[in-house]
């Protein structure tokens, strides 16, 4: 009977031993294909892209990430940036619509946020006006309210230097204004690094982060004769409210920058900012964005 028992007692070691050394082996296996598992690299249309963790500022991805490029309406990104870095900066100031800013959308072909020439609008709907439908008549509003100088021509100029001094502020080498819409004289250039750097700047504001969260809005503006009218706008993002955990940032298109987008995006805590510039199309900066945000995430 005693040596049953150290018999079978041998048996249960052998057997724990040898259940352990299986443990182990597959406890070996299972980090091997963890580490295997890593996402494979995407492969996008647009000519430059660039992907970092909001939280930490760690690159996650890149393509051409330091290439200068036309940048488009991304451009008023940091024309928003400027305009909610001033000092003292009342959102409920009204500016009127100045006839020179519905002439220079005509004369651009631009898009607009379909200002009315004589209306009394305030910063913050025209920053909405800026950031939603992309209106170049908004960004002229705010450069000429925002610029120093006794004419327009002089306070734009100022306003745009105040653009670069911004740039220069966050170290970047790549980035420079001539406009303050991104419908420059050849000399209006960023990178994907560089323009995600300037929106995760931005996304620092709450009021801009509001804003380019914002799919739509109904605003009411003051008209010439002391009425009011609604002006209803519409984010050009396609990717609100399509892409899950998507908080903004800016689409922008031009005949050399062609199709780009700084995009934005949160999940369980962790934030993802990028850009792609010189896709071939809307949809395609659109695919574009969301094979670089799965990618971030999953880093």
């Known amino acids: 009977?005693?040596?049953?028992?150290?018999?079978?007692?041998?048996?249960?070691?052998?057997?724990?031993?040898?259940?352990?050394?299986?443990?182990?082996?597959?406890?070996?296996?299972?980090?091997?294909?963890?580490?295997?598992?890593?996402?494979?690299?995407?492969?996008?249309?647009?000519?430059?892209?660039?992907?970092?963790?909001?939280?930490?500022?760690?690159?996650?991805?890149?393509?051409?990430?330091?290439?200068?490029?036309?940048?488009?309406?991304?451009?008023?990104?940091?024309?928003?940036?400027?305009?909610?870095?001033?000092?003292?900066?009342?959102?409920?100031?009204?500016?009127?619509?100045?006839?020179?800013?519905?002439?220079?959308?005509?004369?651009?072909?631009?898009?607009?946020?379909?200002?009315?020439?004589?209306?009394?609008?305030?910063?913050?709907?025209?920053?909405?006006?800026?950031?939603?439908?992309?209106?170049?008549?908004?960004?002229?509003?705010?450069?000429?309210?925002?610029?120093?100088?006794?004419?327009?021509?002089?306070?734009?100029?100022?306003?745009i230097g105040k653009m670069n001094a911004s740039a220069k502020s966050l170290g970047l080498k790549n980035t420079h204004f001539d406009s303050f819409d991104g419908i420059g004289g050849g000399s209006n250039y960023s990178t994907p690094r560089d323009l995600t750097k300037i929106a995760g700047s931005a996304m620092k504001n709450s009021t801009f982060r509001a804003i380019v969260k914002t799919k739509s809005t109904k605003q009411k503006v003051t008209t010439k004769s002391g009425g009011y009218r609604y002006m209803s706008w519409s984010n050009t993002n396609a990717m609100l409210g399509s892409y899950s955990g998507m908080t903004g940032v800016k689409t922008g298109s031009g005949p050399t920058a062609k199709y780009c987008l700084v995009f934005a995006a949160t999940r369980n805590g962790k934030t993802v900012i990028g850009t792609v510039l010189t896709s071939t199309s809307a949809t395609t900066r659109t695919a574009d964005a969301k094979k670089l945000l799965d990618y971030g995430f999953k880093k």
């Open 1 to 159: 009977m005693n040596i049953r028992l150290r018999g079978t007692n041998r048996t249960t070691v052998a057997a724990t031993v040898g259940l352990t050394t299986a443990a182990v082996v597959a406890g070996s296996a299972f980090a091997s294909t963890a580490v295997a598992a890593a996402p494979p690299t995407p492969t996008i249309t647009a000519k430059g892209g660039f992907v970092m963790n909001g939280g930490t500022a760690k690159t996650l991805y890149g393509k051409a990430a330091d290439t200068r490029r036309s940048t488009g309406s991304t451009t008023k990104i940091m024309t928003a940036k400027v305009v909610l870095s001033q000092k003292n900066l009342n959102l409920d100031s009204k500016v009127t619509v100045q006839k020179a800013y519905s002439d220079y959308i005509v004369s651009k072909t631009a898009s607009s946020a379909r200002l009315i020439v004589g209306d009394k609008v305030t910063v913050r709907q025209l920053l909405y006006g800026l950031m939603l439908p992309s209106g170049c008549d908004a960004a002229y509003a705010l450069a000429d309210k925002f610029g120093t100088g006794s004419t327009r021509a002089a306070r734009v100029k100022s306003f």
